[in-house]
Structure formats: C-alpha cells, structure tokens
C-alpha cells in the first residue's frame, strides 16, 4: 500500500539525456494513448460496413450517436441541424475518451510485469486539469464569438456596467462596480475550471486507493475486489464521465445564451 | 509533546479518533433512517394494501443510506486495531488517528443525513404511483449512491492518514492531520446534504411524472455534482496539506496556519453545500414536471449554483493564501 500517492515519472527522454522540465507521467501518457487506440478500432469497426438493417454492434453505435445528438442538440437550443455538427463530435468524443479512461483501472496487469501497466488516465490530475481547461477555453471562445468580445467582457463587469439611460452619478457609480464585480467573476471562471477537473479526479483516484486499501486488508481476495470494481469503477466512471461532458455542454450552453 | 510518553500518546489517539468516527459518523445516518422510516407510515396509512412493496422499499432505502455509518465503522476498527510502527509512533500516531476520525465522522455525516431524503421521497411516490415501484426504487439507489460520494472522499482521506505516513513531525503534524481532517470532513457535510436533498426532488419528481424520469435523472445528476463541488475544494486543501506543503514551521506557528487554513475550507463549505443541493432540488421537480424546458431550467439552476458557491470559493482562497502566501 506503499504505492498510494507515487508517480513513475521520466524526467529523461529514454536513452537519450535530454531532459524533460518538470518530467513526464508515463503511465497516463500510455494509457491515453491505449484509450485512443481502443477508440479508433472501434470506430473503425463500427463504420466499415454499414447495412439498411443494422447488425448488432451498428444499433449500438446509432444508438449512442442519437442519443448523443439530441442531447446536444436540446441543451444548446440550436436552431439547425448544420450549428449542431459544430459541438456534435467534440462532446461525443469527450464522452467516450472519458468513460474507457475511467474503465482503464479494471485490465488486470500481467503477471510477469514488475511494474502496474494499466491505470485510469483520470487518476492524474494533469490529464483531467487540460481537459477542464480546454473545455474552459472552448466555452469562453464560443461565449466570445456569439456575443462579441466587448459583449463578453462587459458580461464579465457586472450587472450595473451596461444600464439603459443611466446618466450622471448612477453611469459613475455602475462603471465604477466593475471594479468589484470583475476580480469576482474572474475568479468564479477560474473555480470553474478546479471544479469540474478536481470532481473527475478525485472520484476515480478515490475509487483507485479504495479499491487497492481494501483488497489488501481482505487478503487480495478476489469476489469482493471484484464488486469493490463494479461499483467505484463502472457505476462511479460512467457517472463521473457522464457529469463531466454535461458540464463541459453546459459551460457552452450558458456561455451562448 | 514531551508531556505523555508514546505509549499513552497512542492510546490517546486511538480512543478519540475511533470515539470520533463513529459518534460523529452515526448521527446522520441514524436521522436519516428516521426520515424514511416516518415518510413509510405515512405513506403506508395512505396505501395500506402496498404495505408489502412500502415496507420494502423503505428497508432498501435504510440499508443503502446507511453505508456511510458503515465507511465510518470500518475506518473506526481500523483506527482501533491498527498497529503503531514504522515513522507513525508516539504523537504523530495520536495525531493520525484523531485526523482520520475527523474526516471519516463528519463526512459520513453529511451523507448518511442526505440519503433520508430520496428514501422518504421514494416511500412517498411508491404509494402515490404503486406501480412505477421498481423503477422509483432504481432511482432512489443511483440518487443515494451518488450523494455517497463526498463520504467515500472522506473515506479516502481517512484511508491516506492510516496508510501512508505525513511528511512533517511534530506539533505541525497535529496541525496538518487535523487541518485536513476538518478540510475533508466539514467540507464533506453541507455537500453530503445538499445533493440528498437533491436527489430527494428527483425521486419525488420521477413518481409524479414518469414518462420524464430522462430527464429527471440528468438533472439530478448535474446538480449532485455541482453541489459537491466544496467537497472536492476541501479534498484539495486536505490533498495539498497531506502532499504538496512546502517546508512549514515545525512548531506552533506550522501547526495554527494548517488549522487555520483546514477551518476555512472545511467550514466555508457548509453552507454552499446545502444551498446548491436546495437549488438542485426545485431544479429537478421543475424538470420532471416540464421537460421540454429542461435546457433553460438547467442553465437556471447552474448559474443559481455557481453564485451560491463564492462563499466556497472565498473560503478556499483564504485557506490557499494561509497555506502559500501568509
């Protein structure tokens, strides 16, 4: 249980010695690279042949992409088949980057390995603070370009930085509450970002420690670790990826409105 | 420190630490059960030919929303029974284990108190809709597992102090165990309520309008996470303290900035906690009762959220401030 809280981290390009500033989580870096991999083979597979009377594994895949579709579609409220495309493939992507991530942590690592070869992705932070930030990023450019960027700006400025025939006093006094009302906003944009990576990370590191710390105090046995898998990592992975994509959808929803 | 000698040291800390746990940890289940146990009567003096499927029903909904007194249970046999050794011995043993008792009791607070609601609301929707029973039941189970989720952070706080040893000795230990206990612990409890409370209008929601329980589920589902967004501040504030501290003063000075800065964000997220699952409550009813409006009642409801949040947001910059800059 030593493991708990350790990295195995490469601070030098492999048999070279040019070094890497602050170094590199391998283990993250290949399993998203696994993750992709696993994405692009099933979509591969998926879109090969596609028949009038889909075949079991094409009905999954409509299924997923539909549903996908009209979600997106009733939480941006677009008005047009062509706008959705725009956020259509981002989110479904998202998704299901996120849910084999989360499921990474359930492949056992053979046995012959002296080292854990599979872990979550999403059990470091790093990998689920870039996906908050892009989301982040995503939302503010989409927020900018409906609303313009003085638009977003003075959104930013408060309540009282635009009013209707203010003059005199009134106009001073609402410029001058920008001055209170930005740094807040500002920071809420920020606490957005730790909010939503932090939640991913916390419940699949959470559900990862749980899972080793109680294996060991029942002695590696292996129906329990098993149910411990079903609950922290399917039910908790899917919610969790779920949650995410609904949040990252509804930062832009509530940045284009 | 020099006062007890080691031996007494970790007697001390175990006695307090599982007498934590488990004396803090129980009283939000217990109220819980209760909750769901009265809303069966009544529900059963409405629908006494459902007596069956109620009683049912109500005894799923205890055994579910009693799991975070069970966290606190098993976290409270580990403090009792764990050997001392290693580098935890003497004072930093006591101050491990008082830490964990923290954590664990007021986390599994929140949420054993949160899980009484969507089992009275299932209870009460069973014999108002008896035969959606199986699919109000279902879920009454995804909304308490997911209001679970701040006490399994607890659990993991509580599980990192017995298992891994921290990095500083001293009277500073005592004030990052117990900072971060509190961190987790109090920031676990207003969250633990709120998404309860949350699910509760979704349960509620779902047996009064079936045909939107999609919709419903989605809602509650945001608004759980959302409203435990201070758990996951104070998770970080435990997480820095336990992992990231840059060198602290050993001595009293050390020990009062890591206090202080565990108060506040623990403390600090009370209040949000509850307020944002409140929110997420009426969300989720107007949801299940208008479904073709749930985009704008989302987009309402997060915004709500993310105001009544700042005060967890200012806690949390207080608590980074003590630790980095003052």
């Known amino acids: 249980m030593e493991q708990i809280g350790d990295r195995l981290i490469w601070y030098f390009i492999p048999f070279t010695d040019i070094s890497i500033p602050g170094g590199v989580n391998v283990l993250t870096i290949f399993n998203a690279l696994v993750v992709i991999g696993l994405l692009f083979g099933i979509s591969y597979l998926a879109v090969r042949k596609f028949a009038m009377t889909p075949g079991r594994g094409q009905y999954v895949v409509e299924t997923f992409a539909g549903m996908f579709d009209g979600l997106v579609m009733s939480s941006l409220e677009l008005p047009t088949r062509r706008e959705n495309r725009r956020f259509f493939p981002l989110i479904a992507s998202l998704f299901m980057f996120l849910l084999l991530s989360n499921f990474m942590g359930f492949f056992p690592t053979p046995l012959f390995l002296p080292v854990t070869l599979f872990q979550e992705p999403t059990a470091d932070i790093n990998c689920t603070l870039s996906l908050g930030i892009m989301g982040m990023v995503i939302a503010t450019f989409c927020s900018m370009r409906a609303k313009g960027i003085m638009g977003y700006f003075s959104e930013l400025a408060g309540p009282m930085w635009s009013q209707e025939g203010a003059t005199g006093g009134a106009l001073i006094a609402g410029k001058l509450s920008a001055l ?39 002695y590696n046995f292996s129906p329990l670790a098993a149910g411990l898998d079903l609950f922290f990592v399917f039910f908790v992975g899917t919610v969790q990826a779920f949650v995410f994509t609904m949040l990252t959808l509804t930062y832009i929803a509530v940045g284009i409105k | 420190m020099e006062f007890l000698d080691a031996h007494t040291w970790e007697l001390v800390g175990r006695y307090l630490g599982a007498g934590l746990a488990l004396g803090l940890g129980g009283i939000g289940a217990a109220v819980g059960m209760g909750l769901s146990a009265g809303k069966a009567n009544e529900a059963i003096i409405r629908q006494p030919s459902e007596q069956g499927t109620l009683l049912r029903t109500m005894l799923i909904g205890q055994a ?17 029974f764990k050997p001392a050794g290693g580098d935890v011995v003497g004072a930093t043993f006591a101050a491990v284990t008082i830490g964990a008792g923290i954590s664990i009791g007021l986390g599994c607070f929140g949420s054993g108190l949160g899980c009484g609601w969507p089992g009275g609301a299932a209870c009460e929707g069973v014999a108002r809709n008896p035969r959606q029973s199986t699919s109000i039941t279902s879920s009454m189970i995804i909304g308490q597992a997911v209001a679970q989720s701040p006490s399994i952070f607890a659990t993991v706080i509580a599980l990192i102090f017995l298992f891994r040893a921290p990095s500083v000795t001293g009277l500073a230990a005592f004030g990052v165990c117990l900072g971060a206990g509190i961190a987790m612990g109090a920031g676990a409890l207003g969250p633990g309520i709120g998404s309860g409370t949350a699910a509760g209008g979704a349960v509620h929601g779902s047996s009064r309008w079936p045909q939107s329980s999609g919709s419903t589920l989605r809602t509650m589902l945001i608004a759980q996470a959302v409203s435990q967004t201070p758990a996951i501040f104070g998770m970080l504030v435990a997480f820095i303290m336990l992992f990231a501290l840059p060198d602290l003063d050993l001595g009293i000075e050390g020990f009062a900035r890591t206090l202080g800065a565990g108060i506040a964000a623990g403390f600090g997220g009370i209040g949000p906690g509850i307020g944002s699952g409140t929110a997420g409550d009426y969300a989720c009813r107007v949801t299940a009762a208008r479904p073709r409006i749930d985009a704008l009642t989302l987009r309402t409801m997060l915004i709500g959220q993310a105001v009544s949040q700042s ?10 401030l003590l630790l980095f800059v003052v």
């Open chain 1, 180 to 218: 209170f009302f930005f740094p807040l906003n500002v920071i809420g944009e920020m606490a957005k970002i730790v909010s939503i990576s932090f939640r991913l990370f916390g419940n699949i590191i959470g559900g990862s420690i749980i899972i080793v710390v109680v294996t060991t105090l029942v």
């Open chain 2, 64 to 80: 579910v929303g009693g799991s975070p007194s069970i966290f606190a249970l098993v976290i409270g046999l580990l403090i009792l």
């Open chain 2, 311 to 320: 005060t967890a947001i200012y806690a949390l910059i207080i608590a980074l």
